[in-house]
């Protein structure tokens, strides 16, 4: 069973991939959207499942959004036309890092998306070229809450795959952007996050023997939930950010480009 399918089915239950809460998601929305009346773009929107939430709850905004996964994109699409926002929700199956548009944003997501881009700062990076000027950026992406031990490592990190959260927020600052607001996930979050994300993958497996590839999926479930107990629980931590750019900024021409 490849990636993209595992990815759809083990969120079944939990249409934000990310450690958020439906809290954390309305109040991050409501300090990037300031008006309603925004265009915004998700880099990597999956099943537009931020598009949705600020389109039914701003009737002005306009919302794009482009993911690599197009049997996602189809099932979203469905999804969209079904709560009658098809006429301000249009989602693109392609490549985010290729993606033009014609007219710059005035809000752009990349949400636990950023490994597209190689990371966070390159994302940032990506992400200047769609932004309109005084507009925000809503990106999320892992640190380290402590140390990684070896069952951190075991589960497939690296040690400098991120930094700690007070030298991630540098890092971004020394890229150009000021935080105007920003959530770190709980405890809490990330628990309901992986029982969901490991939990729906079961439930599937189980509900569906004869499929060809339940026993992968069984297996994909049992290995993740592993990594996640012997391995980052409390140890990766998730942030989310909402930024502008630095009015000093110079196009972050000379910046270097690095995680």
Partial sequence: MDRQRISALAHADHPIAAPLSDNSVSRLLGRALRDGTERILDLGC????????????????????VDLDADTITRARQVITAKGLGDRIALVAGDAGAYTAEAPFDLVLCIGATHAFGGLLPTLEAVRRHLAPGGSVLVGDGFWEREPDQGTLDAGFAVDEFADLATTVD?????????????VSTVEEWDEYEWSWTGSLSRWALDHPDDPGSGAALGAAAEHRTAWLRG??????????????????K?????????
């Fill in 232 to 249: 980052y629980r409390r140890t990766l931590g998730f942030v989310t950010l909402v930024l502008r750019r630095t009015p000093d900024d």
């Fill in 251 to 259: 196009e972050g021409s000379e910046r270097p480009v690095s995680r």
């Fill in 46 to 65: 999956g099943r537009g499942e931020w598009l949705l939430r600020a389109a039914e709850e701003r009737p002005g905004v306009r919302a794009y959004g």
């Fill in 171 to 183: 890092r971004v600052v020394a890229a150009g952007w000021t935080p105007t607001y920003g959530h």
